[in-house]
């Protein structure tokens, strides 16, 4: 279970797995935007770290949906 903050409150999320937790800096996130939005509405950036790259949920979105 993964615990997030939606407007101020606590909501878990049941997972299948977590590979890793990281810290991420914010000048290594990098803004995505798209033409057609719906089509990769629940991506909000890429961020790099280490050599690898890391798509960013954006979970508000997620939320709604």
Known sequence: ?????INHEPI???VDSVK???????DNVERVSFE??????FVMG???Q???LISLLD???VWQE
Not at 1 to 5: A, H, L, M, P, W
Not at 20 to 26: K, L, Q, T
């Open 36 to 41: 057609n939005r719906d089509d990769n509405s």
């Open 59 to 61: 979970i508000n979105a």
């Open 50 to 52: 280490s050599e690898e």
């Open 20 to 26: 890793e937790v990281v810290n991420i800096e914010f």
């Open 46 to 48: 890429i961020a790099k």
């Open 12 to 14: 878990g999320l049941l």
């Open 1 to 5: 279970i993964i615990i997030i903050k």
